[in-house]
T-cell receptor
Framework: NAGVTQTPKFQVLKTGQSMTLQCAQDMNHNSMYWYRQDPGMGLRLIYYSASEGTTDKGEVPNGYNVSRLNKREFSLRLESAAPSQTSVYFC?????????????FGDGTRLSIL | DQQVKQNSPSLSVQEGRISILNCDYTNSMFDYFLWYKKYPAEGPTFLISISSIKDKNEDGRFTVFLNKSAKHLSLHIVPSQPGDSAVYFCAASGRGSSNTGKLIFGQGTTLQVKP
């Protein structure tokens, strides 16, 4: 059972470069999320997609864009990378309906911006 | 404005003893609380949750207590084992985000269980 798969696992970029982080889930979940984790700050929500075809901003959306390609896939794009975007990025999914359900996370993408 | 706070960055306990991790929140709209466990180089793994209609939920060695009047929850691990050494995050979700399941996370507490 793969669960939530993130690619790549590691990436080093130069300031100003662009890249897309990929996320796919095989649990048939409706909702998907992108978080970043920085030391001492926990996980902060960047963007989320409550269902296929919808996306919304989270707590820290500046500098990012997202695409919900289909029910399985939710990508995060950095158009012009900045050193402040050096972080560990986590994708998550959940079967959220009227009742709360826990989110399931991938193993993260470690991104360094030089 | 940190809506979910874990004020203890780290905790060290002896194997076999109880571990108590604490979490405070400020938003009275939160109605669902979760604890996640995270090992290095892995993603967070769901551990246990509690709805605001309850004050306790138990799953094996793990128990979560919720005190709504104090806006405080705690995770008890009894007995603690070396494999429990990890970073623990509390998270909250609420009626204000009831259509999306968005979570607000605390900063995390690193638990070390010594053999």
């Amino acid at each position: 059972n793969a669960g939530v798969t993130q690619t790549p696992k590691f990436q080093v970029l130069k300031t100003g470069q662009s890249m897309t982080l990929q996320c796919a889930q095989d649990m048939n979940h409706n909702s998907m999320y992108w978080y970043r984790q920085d030391p001492g700050m926990g996980l902060r929500l960047i963007y989320y997609s409550a269902s296929e075809g919808t996306t919304d901003k989270g707590e820290v959306p500046n500098g990012y864009n997202v695409s919900r390609l289909n029910k399985r896939e939710f990508s995060l794009r950095l158009e012009s990378a900045a050193p402040s975007q050096t972080s560990v990025y986590f994708c998550a999914s959940s079967e959220f309906s009227r009742e709360h359900q826990p989110q399931h996370f991938g193993d993260g993408t470690r991104l360094s911006i030089l | 404005d940190q809506q979910v706070k874990q004020n203890s960055p780290s905790l060290s306990v002896q194997e076999g003893r109880i571990s108590i991790l604490n979490c405070d929140y400020t938003n009275s709209m939160f109605d669902y609380f979760l604890w996640y466990k995270k090992y290095p180089a892995e993603g967070p793994t769901f551990l246990i949750s509690i709805s605001s209609i309850k004050d306790k939920n138990e799953d094996g060695r793990f128990t979560v207590f919720l005190n709504k009047s104090a806006k405080h929850l705690s995770l008890h691990i009894v007995p603690s084992q070396p494999g429990d050494s990890a970073v623990y995050f509390c998270a909250a979700s609420g009626r204000g985000s009831s259509n999306t399941g968005k979570l607000i996370f605390g900063q995390g507490t690193t638990l070390q269980v010594k053999p």
